[in-house]
């Protein structure tokens, strides 16, 4: 069973539907990476797991616990960090845990050992500042130190690193990999090299509905092509290799560009070994041959079209 | 209950720091230190101000005058200083986002309601109160032979009518998204009492007697249980509008 499981959520706001049946299955300890472009609903999303807004039909479980909306039961196991998370400007770092801590009902020995071992996570800890003064990313990870604080199971984080530096960006994504051992994290992005970096699995919101959702093997195998890229030494080559006639066949396509030749194999029992045996009747050494691996980004394109 | 106090602290905190407590302290303390003084020195300044020839007869003023201007200040600036203080008290939060962190936290939006208005309430009461000790003292002080009736029972009753103008600007603050929609909300009801009003016969009920009759009591043209009424209905209908913005916030999409 998931931690976090969605069943048939529809959204609508006034005749803008938003989510239109989203079924989503979030099993434990994984890092999910939640893709959608912008205004595709992955915050209307979380906001209704967090029982902020009300879904208009369908169920939202977390760890086997129904979401009730205005309640916020089910969020003693969740940990949120809002996309620009705002805090009170007069406090400081220890100050806003301690609020969070009291609120959250830890005890007081607690909630110090608490704070201290997470602004030490975040790089906070000696920082005595206002956070009226803080920098978008200092927020960004007092806002991951507060979601961490009550040590939630599920640790939702909305567009965590969008509008950060590249070191910014690495800290939190690093941070959220710490946090994997203890936790499950739903972050959603449309930073498709994070997802490739951190994430185990992948989903992408599409027009209201999962357009794709697997771990990230099992997405780029489902979405493979028959595909090889061979690159030559020089056009001569390149036309040696494509006038073979072994290759013109109306299960194989072509597709030339200077020295590199894309060839696409459809149909059962196809494989690169017929190319390897062309060449090597051929006599021809290409400088690369190399099986196409679809790119997150032409995954994403490809289903969001 | 906790998250109640532990939100109660936040608040209180928030307007130590945001400098909205010592706005409210320091406007009330002006108007407490300059209500005596200003009676006081009123005929003085007119009769410094008359030339030659024109002479008015201005009669010797009294604790009544001090109390006149207290009652006045009050009603008039103080109330709408705090109006505009306290609108925001919702609205900023929500439209920042700094509440979300919270309630996401399990803190209950009817505490989040209750603390508010408690805080504000607070607020309210000390400025009005230091307010009042201000003029208290400072009257004995220049009017050492006023002894005035009714009055604690006239300030209360200001009092009151203040907490029925927060638990307006709390339901408003429930029911709309700006503190501009907020402070309309408010100006609106108060602009129906008053019109409201206008109807001799609404007055006994009308909660804006008691922000209006202040200086009838301690003259004694008002008597006190002639308010018995109104103070009732305040109540009831604070209590209400309180209910009610729990209620309307707890449905609210955040």
Known sequence: ?305 | MKGYLVFLKKELLEYAKTYKLLIMLMVFAIFGITNPLVAKLTPQILESLMTDGIIAALPEPTAYDAWTQFFKNATQMGLIVMVILFSGVLSSELSKGTLINLLTKGLSRTAVILSKFTGMILVWTASIALCFGLTYGYTAYLFPDGDISNLLFSVLCLWLFGLFLQAVIILSAALTKSSYGCLLITVIVVAACFILDIIPSMHRYNPVSLATDNMGLIMGSVEASSLLRAIIITCMLSFIFLLLSVARFRRKQI
């Open chain 1, 1 to 305: 069973m998931g931690i976090l499981e969605i069943k048939q959520l529809y959204k609508s706001f006034g005749n803008h539907e938003v989510l239109k049946g989203l079924d989503m299955d979030v099993p434990e300890h994984s890092i999910f990476g939640f893709v959608g472009q912008n205004g595709a609903g992955k915050t209307t999303t979380m906001k209704i797991i967090l029982g902020l807004l009300k879904p208009d039909s369908g169920s939202v479980t977390v760890c086997g616990e129904e979401v009730k909306y205005g309640e916020t039961k089910t969020n003693r196991n969740i940990g949120f960090l809002p996309d620009v998370p705002e805090f009170y400007g007069y406090m400081n770092p220890m100050d806003y845990l301690k609020l969070c801590g009291e609120i959250t009902g830890l005890s007081k020995s607690r909630i110090k050992s608490r704070c201290g071992e997470l602004l030490e996570l975040v790089g906070l800890k000696d920082v005595k500042k206002k956070i009226g003064g803080f920098s978008r990313g200092m927020k960004q990870r007092l806002g991951i130190a507060q979601a961490l604080l009550n040590e939630p199971k599920l640790l939702i984080c909305d567009e965590p690193t969008s509008a950060l530096d590249p070191i910014g960006r690495k800290e939190i994504l690093d941070i959220l990999l710490a946090a994997k051992g203890k936790t499950t994290v739903v972050f959603s992005t449309h930073i498709l090299s994070d997802v490739e970096r951190i994430c185990d699995r992948i989903a992408v919101l599409h027009d209201g509905k999962l357009a794709l959702c697997g771990t990230l093997s099992e997405v780029k195998m489902s979405h493979r092509h028959n595909g090889l890229v061979l690159e030559f030494d020089n056009e001569k080559a390149a036309s040696f290799f494509t006038d073979a006639e072994e290759l013109k066949k109306p299960s194989i396509s072509l597709l030339r560009k200077g020295n590199t030749v894309t060839v696409f194999l459809t149909g059962n029992n196809m494989d690169g070994q017929l190319i390897i045996d062309v060449l090597s009747r051929k006599r021809i050494v290409p400088l690369k041959f190399e099986v196409m691996e679809p790119t997150l980004e032409s995954l994403f394109m490809e289903v969001v079209r």
